[in-house]
């Protein structure tokens, strides 16, 4: 038999695509996995689709093949440098959401933290600016998850899909 799930995904710096393949392994009998920007999904009829945190929404590579999913069943997956701070994990997903077709089914959406670019900006805006609490703050935060997306990371990913698509 065919397999019936795609999972495709971007990914810049890496991150995306450890969580992409985790799924895969826990799926493998019944998927494919394709890196964006060479993903054809007219033959499946999931599609579970992982994207970066671009400026608040997806990143625009990921954003122009989920504006494709027409007809699609979807479970989306993001990673991301920020905290779930003020909702904006929330406002993340609504943003992505947003730009599905109206005639796609969204079974699942759900966001992981990363480590990012950011950690480096951070460090330096630090050195230059030592007395200011707020950047500190947001530093060791940045710090105390830049190992991620790690072991429970991959494994509540794991999970996630398995409880929508079945084990
Ligand atoms: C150009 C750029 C913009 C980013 N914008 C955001 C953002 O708006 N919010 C956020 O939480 N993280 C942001 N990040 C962090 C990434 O979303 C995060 O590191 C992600 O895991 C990268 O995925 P990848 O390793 O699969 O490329 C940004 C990173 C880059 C390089």
Redesign the pocket.
């Known amino acids: 038999m065919n397999p019936k799930i795609l999972i495709a995904?971007?990914?810049?710096?890496?991150?995306?695509?450890?969580?992409a393949k985790a799924i895969y392994e826990v799926l493998s009998a019944r998927s494919d996995i394709q890196k964006l920007p060479e993903v054809n999904c007219e033959k499946y009829d999931t599609v579970v689709m992982?994207y970066?945190?671009?400026?608040?929404?997806a990143?625009e590579e990921s954003l122009n093949f989920i504006k494709s999913l027409s007809g699609k069943k979807v479970v989306l997956f993001?990673?991301?440098?920020?905290?779930d701070y003020n909702g904006?994990y929330q406002k993340?997903r609504e943003a992505v959401e947003k730009e599905l077709p109206a005639d796609c089914t969204l079974l699942g959406h759900k966001l992981?933290?990363?480590?990012?670019?950011?950690l480096h900006r951070l460090r330096k805006q630090h050195a230059e600016n030592p007395d200011d609490l707020e950047i500190k703050k947001r530093l060791e935060d940045y710090e105390k998850n830049k190992h991620r997306?790690d072991e429970n990371d991959l494994k509540e990913a794991q999970e996630f899909v398995l409880s929508i698509l079945g084990k």
């Open positions: 995904y971007s990914s810049r710096t890496g991150n995306t695509e450890k969580v992982g970066w945190v671009d400026k608040g929404t990143n993001g990673t991301l440098g920020a905290g904006y993340v992981f933290r990363a480590t990012s670019i950011m997306p």
